[in-house]
């Protein structure tokens, strides 16, 4: 139904003045019915009718008018409408005083009403609409939008010109912001998508090392096809967003980032980000060390993509390409902090894997793109894994992997000329010299290696199950190191786990309070035995796959043991009971509380020459969906444990109070440093109108405050505005900033492009 803009100046005055004759009425089209609370008032001779008090009209294409006033000009085909016009179209709502409709073409004039596409209200001194493809667009002339539902809303956004796409678009041209009567903001054109994502937002802030900045990014949808009636591309596939970014202390910055929405389910792939900055001092350091010197060009080129495909029903083919191209070892620190906290050396791998419900062939390759950082290369790798399955249907179980592949590590040149520096010093020690020329010694080799494992499930009683389980692999290992070395190292294993299952159900046990409805408590007990028997690589020998440092207890199951090349002689035993209390909720099965309590007993240490492990005890309590805990601690049995112990607890006290608070204590590791580090959150809705947050994380170990945020919260009915600081203290120097968001709270989409992100 299209709009046209026809004058009724001339009909008004006939409602007005009354001079109608009276006569019959005339009988009205079947696609328009108009019913008064007055009877009708019909002049033959001009055809016009009058209607006087609850006028309604009704259209067979769902329009419906409410109105005080109706005459219709039975020849031109038109209905005037007068005082108090309410028009309800589909999900479109228009007020105002006047408003005319022609039912013989089906156009609505709306022109001086405001109009409600919920949430957002349109104020225009010309509104029309027209279908395009099947779908209503809304177009506004000297129009204005806002969110606020009152008779002066707080803020307006005024245009030329609007348009509308509901759930799609809403396009400005020459566009002011204004809060209350007062204009605080203005570009010339702005397609703001209801997508969060696209459209145009700015970041203003300052942090320390940028100084005072703005961010700016504006997104746009690309590919699809185009349709011919409207010019506008449908089923856009392709997310880019745009960069132009100033700061104070760094320069000018620009850049893109392609999406590919298709991939949506799946965060970790589908782009190609490109960023160039001309920075005009790389010399700045959040940390405060000493900086080797470094290019004002900085830039990243990073994509990642997978491409995935079936020829036959139940297998895929999958294709990964992971690549980070960056112009130093600092630029992830410098421009994208949270990047560099998460994920400091980026992979770069390109893989393929033909993948089914029971067996997995790939290969990939690792290399080192970005030669300022220590990586391992794979050149390549090729792999053949099997999931755990049913060997000619019977109740024995296979799983087992298989690879080769030729690696290398390489140091990374800053890296390298640190410890070249460290070696040519002259209070360098003969014994630190050594380590420090093994660490430059050449670390490459060829490996195959191939591990197979066979179990059984057996049911001794109910309740009762014991599973044997016994593996073979082999390794070799050759071009190891300086001198090409040979290494062949076979494996055998054994192993038997056993379980027990005991129930006992309270049916009594009811708590509203504690979220309790029945209880069922089930205990656990159980022992896993695992003896390895391997030809070791000799400590100095060139290692790939090997053991990092960790707190937590090592992995013994052979066949999920990632650090091939660190299979140790090893006989261990674990023993433990795992309880768990269950209750109903949502004619459901919820776990209230889980407690999993065990020790390892060693024969054979494969890491600290130990006879028995810490004792571990995991604690996990989710009473009610306002509070939770968990608790994980282990404590020494012998002389060589050492003690750790990390808590977090979320809780909603009141409905206007959050809070999260959280330890973790570490100390004599044996590997990694003490610690005893405390963290508290907090959330408080002072009232309707105020909120506030803080978080705060100190390092009692030396007593520093590492990091503090205070964030301030204004709820000005139809959007938010806030502003948090925070301040971070990296021992050497400190790093501080300030951050604001204000949005639309009707429609957080449209988010005015007003938007700040704690880097």
């Known amino acids: 139904m299209a709009i046209a803009l026809a004058c009724a100046t001339c009909y008004a005055q006939d409602l007005e003045s009354g001079g109608l004759d009276l006569q019959l009425t005339p009988t009205m089209p079947e696609n328009v019915r108009i019913t008064s609370s007055n009877s009708a008032e019909y002049n033959g001779e001009t055809g016009l009718v009058r209607y006087l ?35 309800y179209q589909n999900a479109v709502l228009h007020r105002g005083d006047k408003a005319t409709y022609n039912y013989g073409t089906e156009e609505l004039d709306t022109s001086g009403m405001r109009t409600s596409l919920d949430p957002i209200l349109l104020d225009s001194d010309n509104f029309s609409s027209k279908t395009v493809n099947g779908k209503r667009v809304f177009i506004g002339k000297n129009a204005g939008l806002t969110t606020h539902d009152r008779e002066k809303p707080n803020f307006w956004i005024k245009a030329k010109e609007i348009e509308v796409y509901p759930e799609e678009e809403v396009i400005f041209r020459n566009l002011k912001l204004y809060a209350g009567e007062t204009p605080v903001f203005w570009l010339p054109y702005l397609a703001q998508p209801m997508d969060s994502q696209l459209g145009y937002h700015f970041t203003p802030g300052v942090r320390s090392n940028w100084g005072a900045f703005l961010l700016n990014r504006y997104g ?8 011919p009636d409207s010019g506008r591309k449908e089923n856009q596939w392709l997310l880019s967003e745009w960069q132009f970014d100033i700061r104070a202390k760094r320069g000018l910055a620009a850049g893109v980032d392609f999406t590919d929405t298709r991939l949506d389910h799946n965060p970790n792939l589908g782009w190609l980000q490109l960023y160039y900055a001309n920075d005009s001092d790389p010399s700045i350091s959040r940390t405060g060390l000493t900086r080797t010197p470094i290019s004002n060009d900085r830039y990243k080129v990073e994509y990642k993509d997978r491409y995935q495909w079936q020829n036959t029903p139940g297998i895929d083919h999958i294709v990964d390409a992971n690549f980070t191209y960056l112009s130093d070892q600092y630029y992830l620190e410098d421009f994208e902090p949270r990047k560099y906290t998460l994920n400091p050396q980026p992979d770069n791998i390109l893989a393929y894997q033909r993948r089914s419900d029971t067996m997995q062939l790939g290969a990939f390759t690792r290399i080192q793109l970005n030669d300022f950082y220590q990586a391992d290369q ?51 020690t003969p014994e630190r010299q050594s380590e420090l020329s093994r660490i430059l010694e050449k670390k490459n080799f060829g490996r195959l290696h191939t591990y197979q494992e066979l179990s059984r499930p057996i049911e001794v009683t109910d309740g009762f199950t014991v599973t044997p389980r016994a593996g073979a692999g082999y390794s070799y290992y050759w071009d190891q190191g300086e001198n090409n070395n040979t290494h062949s190292s076979p494996h055998g294993y054994l192993g038997l786990d056993a379980a027990m299952k005991f129930t006992k159900r309270f049916d009594s046990v009811k708590s509203d309070r504690w979220g309790l409805d029945e209880l069922l408590h089930v205990i656990h007990p159980y022992a896993n035995i695992s003896v390895l028997a391997t030809n070791e690589l000799e400590d100095d020998g060139t290692k790939i ?167 301030f919260y204004r709820n000005f009915q139809s959007w938010t505005a806030g502003l948090g600081f925070f301040q971070r203290d990296n021992r050497i120097k400190k790093e501080y900033g300030a951050l604001l968001n204000i949005s639309l709270n009707a429609l957080p989409s449209l988010n005015l492009p007003f938007s700040i992100e704690a880097q």
């Open 53 to 87: 008090g609850g006028v309604q009209v009704y259209t067979d294409t769902g329009l419906q008018i409410f109105a005080n006033q109706a005459l219709v000009d039975t020849k031109k085909k038109l209905v005037l409408l007068n005082g108090d016009v309410s028009i």
């Open 220 to 227: 746009i949808m690309l590919g699809g096809d185009e349709n």
């Open 378 to 428: 794979r050149l390549p790798e090729l792999y053949l894994d099997h999931a755990k399955r049913p060997v000619f249907g019977s109740s024995i179980l296979h799983e087992g992997s298989s690879s080769v592949g030729y690696y290398r590590e390489d140091t990374g040149d800053l890296s390298e000329y640190r410890i070249r520096t460290e070696a040519e010093l002259t209070d360098t």
């Open 545 to 711: 796959d090997r053991l990092t440092p960790t707190e937590r207890p090592r992995p013994f199951d052979v066949a999920r043991y990632s650090a091939i090349d660190d299979y140790q002689n090893w006989s261990i035993v674990r023993l433990g009971t795992r309880n768990q209390l269950l209750t109903k909720r949502d004619n459901k099965s919820h776990t209230w509380l889980t407690l999993d309590s065990y020790i390892d007993a060693f024969l054979n240490d494969p890491e600290f020459n130990r006879d028995f492990s810490n004792l571990y005890n995991d604690l996990r309590w989710n009473p009610v969906p306002w509070g939770s805990l968990s608790v994980d601690t282990q404590f020494p049995i012998n002389s060589e444990g050492f003690t750790e112990l990390t808590t977090g607890l979320l809780f909603w006290p009141h409905e206007n109070i959050e809070l999260e608070l959280g330890h973790s204590y570490l100390n004599n590791h044996p590997i990694i440093a003490d610690s005893n580090l405390v963290h508290g959150r907090l959330f408080f809705r002072v009232n309707q109108k105020w909120s506030l947050g803080t978080y705060h994380q100190w390092q009692l170990d030396d007593n520093t405050l590492e990091r503090q945020e205070y964030s």
